[in-house]
């Protein structure tokens, strides 16, 4: 039996709701070069016009830096504009962030998370007016990313928290003072890769007597697609029901 036909996605599951879901950003990030015309007046226009929910607007550039060095003389340095790149969207709350650039679009939601429902929502509203004004005509690349943390006492084990626990080299018995951990999973039979990082941060408390466990879950597409095919929000839905499986 080969692996493809061993797993297989059931975006209809249903896990857990958690009362207070340890989610500090969820991300929805979609690379699709413009094809239409970036005009900075013209692009902000319609954007502006069109959210006016999101009032913090910030312009942003594109630069490249550059360091010359020659034997025998001192390195030289030059930073080339590379023109401008697209603009940045904040809510009243600063709570849900959009950005729209040449090279693609990309949705933020910061704590508190409400929903699937609400933030997939959202991302998706936001991106059907980014494919109205870039034109792309192909999609290389969807992510759908969840940064959580979760706060723990000196008391607490890290064990009960994790599988995969940091490990001492054999023969120094030495205290651990951090701990980062890196998969990167593929997809049988799907156009999905998975990255999974963990590690702690120590207390920004003043008593230092908790540390934060951060588990990163990154699951994006493999294959390019085109943006007229619908598939984005099929991909959303199973990239979800991954990152929830690695969660849980």
């Not at 997939?120 to 494919?131: D, K, N, S, V």
């Not at 588990?215 to 991954?242: C, H, K, N």
């Amino acid at each position: 039996m080969s692996l493809s036909s061993k797993f297989s996605i059931n975006s209809s599951e249903t896990f857990a709701i958690l009362s207070k879901a340890p989610i500090v950003e969820a991300v929805i990030e979609v690379r699709a070069q413009a094809d239409a015309v970036w005009d900075e007046p013209l692009i902000a226009h319609q954007l502006k016009t069109k959210l006016l929910e999101y009032p913090n607007v910030q312009s942003q550039r594109q630069f490249m830096s550059e360091v010359k060095v020659e034997l025998g003389q001192k390195a030289e340095g030059a930073i080339q504009d590379l023109g401008w790149k697209g603009l940045r969207f904040e809510s009243a709350n600063k709570l849900d962030i959009a950005q729209f650039n040449r090279d693609g679009f990309s949705f933020s939601r910061l704590q508190p998370y409400d929903s699937w429902e609400q933030f997939c929502g959202e991302g998706l509203r936001l991106w059907q007016l980014h494919m109205n004004l870039a034109k792309p005509v192909e999609i290389q690349r969807v992510g759908l990313r969840f940064i959580n943390r979760m706060v723990l006492s000196l008391d607490e084990q890290i064990e009960d928290y994790l599988q995969i626990l940091p490990q001492k080299p054999q023969g120094l018995d030495l205290p651990i003072g951090g701990f980062f951990h890196h998969e990167a999973l593929g997809v049988p039979g799907y156009p999905y890769a998975i990255n999974i990082r963990r590690t702690v941060q120590p207390s920004d408390k003043p008593t230092g007597k908790e540390i934060g466990l951060i588990l990163d879950i990154d699951v994006f597409t493999i294959q390019p697609f085109q943006p007229e095919s619908g598939l984005i929000e099929r991909y959303l839905a199973e990239m979800r029901w991954l990152k929830n499986k690695v969660f849980y």
